[in-house]
């Protein structure tokens, strides 16, 4: 199984800040990465899919980057509604697995 | 305008079968585009896939669950199921049914709001 680790998992941060995550898989997964965002009691978002495509309607202050086994979720000038739970998620043709999360907080 | 609505009883006794329906509205379950599955996530933990279906019938599982769950589909009435055998108080989570856009575990472009499921006697 292909297991994924997320850095931090916690960041504590402010309104304006530039916030970068990353995400390690312990094999190499190309670029079938993709990123959501969970605010507390709401279903996951999906922000990013293939490491750094912009899903529809999600704001430009966010971004992917990374191939292989390494990969980077930054969030720019950082918003009052972006404090939330992130996740990672590697993907193939018929199973994928979550990171573990990491919590972004005001500081 | 697409709405998924996960329901199913809120409270399972350890070794029954924990059951939820999904139902879709605003799109076809038949639409070739798209596969169907469930995600669940324990209090306070992370988000696990369970497994997704096609509306033919395809099936794919999350290996590490393979051997207690079961996922099928009525496109007649535009929904799609599952079914946990032998539960424990490991499997109390929200569930959430998805959309998977392209292939069976694809990311997730389309979520239920989540429904919990609490394993007790």
């Known amino acids: 199984d292909i297991q994924m680790t997320q850095s931090p998992s916690t960041l504590s941060a402010s309104v304006g800040d530039r916030v970068t995550i990353t995400c390690r898989a312990s094999q190499s997964i190309n670029n079938w990465l993709a990123w959501y965002q969970q605010k507390s009691g709401k279903a996951p978002k999906l922000l990013i899919y293939?490491?750094?495509s912009l899903e529809s309607g999600v704001p430009s202050r966010f971004s992917g980057s990374g191939s292989g086994t390494e990969f980077t979720l930054t969030i720019t000038n950082l918003q009052p509604d972006d404090f939330a739970t992130y996740y990672c998620q590697q993907y193939n043709s018929e199973s994928q697995t979550f990171g573990q999360g990491t919590k972004v907080e005001i500081k | 305008q697409l709405q998924l609505q996960e329901s199913g009883p809120g409270l399972v006794k350890p070794s029954e079968t924990l059951s939820l329906i999904c139902t879709v509205s605003?799109?076809?379950?038949?639409?070739?585009?798209?596969?169907w599955g469930w995600i669940r996530q324990p209090p306070g933990k992370g988000l696990e896939w369970i497994g997704s279906i096609y509306y033919t019938g395809s099936t794919y599982y999350n290996a590490s669950l393979k051997s207690r769950v079961t996922i099928s589909v009525d496109t007649s009435r535009n929904q799609f199921s599952l079914k946990v055998s032998s539960v424990t108080a490991a499997d109390t989570a929200v569930y959430y049914c998805a959309r998977h856009r392209g292939t069976a575990a694809a990311p997730e472009d389309f979520w239920g709001l989540g429904t919990l499921v609490t394993v007790s006697s």
């Open positions: 605003g799109d076809s379950i038949r639409n070739n585009s798209y596969y």
């Open positions: 293939k490491a750094s």
